[in-house]
């Protein structure tokens, strides 16, 4: 048993230092208490060099953040501040009120104020350990920010999956469009008629680029040809093999 006490023990140093912290806090918020109580002990501690206002308010300071800090400390609530406020007062009572009793007086009055100040001087720069607010609202602000950075990327998928859908989209249209501009324009023809009939002629279709070449002289394969009836105008046929186009280039 003792064993596995050490080896827990080991394990959870944190947790020592939680408690001297509300330890600590607890007997700060009772001295501040008694110093609210009986301000007339703190002026006196406090001595009336600087005049009796000056003492009272000192007091009520005192009694304050006594109250305030270590009520602070106890929860682990802004526990660098609420220690930071403590050290001048410790720093006070330390070396101006207790320093000339030294360590060998009987009441140790100035070892238990140094011990406190150094107690506060560790918590002001290592702050509240784990059994504090401090760090439950660490974890709170972490795990929202967790939530809103997934709540975040699942909107970014879903306008990425958006885009990619509209992409697949407009490229299925782009596809299916030259299908569409390959239908014919009219009605076929309804005489039965073959583009070998006298009574069809042939509509040569040629591109930008082979229209150019009218104007150098030449005679450009057309890039498809239209076979439509003279009577009822319906198409024949369209042609776009590449020996109809070379049959029909110099014919008018």
Not at 29 to 50: Q, T
Not at 97 to 117: C, G, T
Request: proline content about 5%; hydrophobic content about 45%; charged content about 25%.
């Amino acid at each position: 048993m003792p064993a596995r006490l050490t080896a827990w023990a080991d394990a959870h140093r944190d947790i020592a230092l939680d408690l001297i912290r509300i330890y600590l806090g607890v007997g700060l918020f009772a001295r501040g208490i008694v110093f609210l109580n009986a301000s007339g002990a703190v002026v006196e501690l406090a001595g009336a060099d600087g005049g009796e206002l000056s003492s009272v308010a000192l007091a009520h300071y005192v009694g304050r953040a006594h109250l305030g800090g270590g009520l602070l400390l106890a929860v682990g609530m802004i526990t660098r501040v609420a220690a930071l406020l403590q050290i001048p007062v410790l720093f006070g009572a330390a070396f101006f009120v207790h320093f000339p009793e030294s360590f060998l007086a009987a009441n140790q009055s100035f070892a238990f104020s140094a011990l406190v100040l150094a107690l506060l001087c560790v918590y002001a720069v290592w702050g509240g350990g784990r059994w504090s607010l401090d760090r439950a609202i660490t974890r709170w602000n972490a795990a929202n920010a967790k939530k809103e950075a997934q709540l975040v990327e699942s909107r970014l998928r879903e306008i990425r999956e958006r885009d990619r859908e509209r992409s697949r989209r407009l490229a299925a249209e782009r596809a299916m469009a030259p299908r569409r501009s390959e239908e014919p324009e009219a009605p076929p023809c309804v005489h039965g008629y073959d583009r070998n009939d006298p009574h069809v002629v042939a509509e040569r279709t040629y591109s930008p680029i082979s229209s150019l070449r009218f104007v150098l002289g030449t005679h450009p394969r057309p890039s498809s040809v239209t076979f439509r009836c003279k009577k009822c105008k319906g198409v024949v046929e369209v042609a776009t093999d590449p020996e109809v186009m070379e049959t029909s280039r110099f014919e008018r």
